[in-house]
């Protein structure tokens, strides 16, 4: 059962100009260690916090809350599964947000699925409810 369906879109240039004007104070404001370290991996690391920053306001779209009622940036962080497929941790007012959104006796997920085509990064996010 689906839950809630978020999408957004995100400009990569933006992300490059604010990386240069206000650096690790942004980067540590919006993403987690893990977040950091994939991003700083690759060769162009505006790209991937683009795609995380445009799956992060796709998710608070789909939790029906945008960034209010105590859902913060980094309680929403994009992982990978060792295939390399996308998903959704959350932590903090967005968990919160999500328990309150789950029916009883089933369990939540988070699936996103991300593309960038410079000079924009785009992300959906879907949360559904499983039978537990």
Same mark, same amino acid.
């Given at each position: &059962?689906?839950?809630?369906?978020?999408?957004?879109?995100?400009?990569?240039?933006?992300?490059?100009?604010?990386?240069?004007?206000? *650096?690790?104070?942004?980067?540590?404001?919006?993403?987690?260690?893990?977040?950091?370290?994939?991003?700083?991996?690759? #060769?162009? #690391? @505006?790209? =991937?916090?683009?795609?995380?920053?445009? @799956?992060?306001?796709?998710?608070?779209?789909?939790? *029906?809350? *945008?960034?209010?009622?105590?859902?913060?940036?980094?309680?929403?962080?994009?992982?990978?599964?060792? =295939?390399?497929?996308?998903? &959704?941790?959350?932590?903090?007012? @967005?968990?919160?947000?999500?328990? =309150?959104?789950?029916?009883?006796? &089933?369990?939540?997920?988070?699936?996103?699925?991300?593309?960038?085509?410079?000079? &924009?990064?785009?992300?959906?996010?879907?949360?559904?409810?499983? #039978?537990?």
């Amino acid at each position: &059962m689906i839950i809630g369906v978020g999408t957004d879109l995100c400009d990569i240039r933006r992300i490059e100009n604010t990386l240069e004007r206000f *650096g690790r104070r942004f980067v540590e404001r919006l993403y987690d260690e893990t977040e950091q370290a994939k991003a700083n991996r690759r #060769p162009s #690391p @505006a790209s =991937s916090y683009a795609q995380s920053f445009a @799956a992060k306001e796709a998710c608070a779209k789909a939790l *029906g809350t *945008g960034f209010r009622e105590g859902v913060f940036w980094r309680d929403m962080v994009v992982a990978n599964h060792p =295939s390399g497929q996308p998903y &959704m941790i959350l932590t903090g007012g @967005a968990k919160a947000r999500l328990d =309150s959104l789950t029916p009883v006796g &089933m369990t939540a997920r988070v699936d996103i699925s991300q593309t960038d085509e410079y000079p &924009m990064a785009q992300a959906v996010v879907i949360i559904s409810a499983d #039978p537990q």
